[in-house]
């Protein structure tokens, strides 16, 4: 077997009682809400890992695992200024539309690799969606 590890972050005031829903290649595995990690035993090989919230989601991220190896992501909104301001509901009206498939923040969780590449996006290989 392998596994996927998912780890919520908290202390952010957007979606804070709300669970995303994870989907491993298009199947509901679970819930994970903030301040959670959720771990899923996967069989060995290639899969793809997707975060959703109603209209809004993560991109699919593709992970390939071998016999006993696992994989760590974290997750977050997008949205994570706390206070109510015009910035924060402009930023609201893209990520609820155009932003839709990206509203969820899903990258390795590794502290010591980078966070993003030259471009700004996530490192894991992505879909798009």
Known sequence: MAEIVVRRASGYRVDRRRAYRIFIDGRKCGTIKPGESKTIDVSPGHHELQLRLDWGSSEKVMINLGVGEGAKFACRPRITENS??????????????????????????????????????????SLGG
Do not use: C
């Open 84 to 125: 109510v301001n015009l910035k924060v509901g402009v930023q609201g009206l893209y990520w609820i539309t155009l932003g839709r498939r990206r509203y969820i923040d899903l990258r390795p969780d590794d502290p010591e690799a980078p966070q993003s590449g030259p471009d700004g996006a996530p490192i894991a290989e």
